[in-house]
């Protein structure tokens, strides 16, 4: 057989777009930034943020996803959780911002049986970036925080980087710094 040398790479396709920034093709259906229909378990929330740079500046093309329970600890694939998709994707804009609208989420078991504090996962692409990176959103109001077995892991100097905080009657607001001072916390998955 002959030595065929290197090819040259691939794109996976015209659609792969559509599932990576749903809002620029109108494909809000398939992973948008809206994560609970109106019947959804859970109290309505939005999040709010910004992606920043080491220097503090917005990241205008980078993307966040999230994935999370409902209300009730429940996750989508769960029985009679039609209303609820709990994963979702936003593109940054110019400004680096971000907006999910969803529930705030309950309490489910960690990988041991005991209760994790209400949290959603999260992952940020950007630019520069070879893997994604993983972190998670806590909620400032939220007595649980102090029991969760993988907000413990986290240096207690650290650990603000991890947590929304009510900005208005509904929102929080949550901004991931990808590098510099007050960089986001992001664990090894």
Known sequence: MAERGITPSQTVGPFFAYCLTPEAYD??????????GPDAAGQRIHIEGRVLDGAGEPVPDAMV???????????????????????????????GRFVFVTVKPGPVPGPD?????????VSVFARGLLNRLATRIYFADEPANEGDPVLALVPADRR??????????GVYGYDVRLQGEG??????I
């Open 160 to 169: 603000e980087t991890l947590i929304a905080r009510a900005v208005s009657q």
């Open 113 to 121: 049986g005991a209760p994790q504090a209400p949290h959603i996962g």
């Open 65 to 95: 996803e999230i994935w999370q329970a409902d209300g009730e600890g429940r996750y989508p694939e769960a029985p009679g959780n039609a209303a609820f998709r709990g994963f979702g994707r936003a593109e940054t804009d110019v400004d």
């Open 27 to 36: 494909a809000r259906g398939i992973a948008g930034n809206e994560i609970a």
């Open 183 to 188: 960089e986001t916390v992001f664990f090894e």
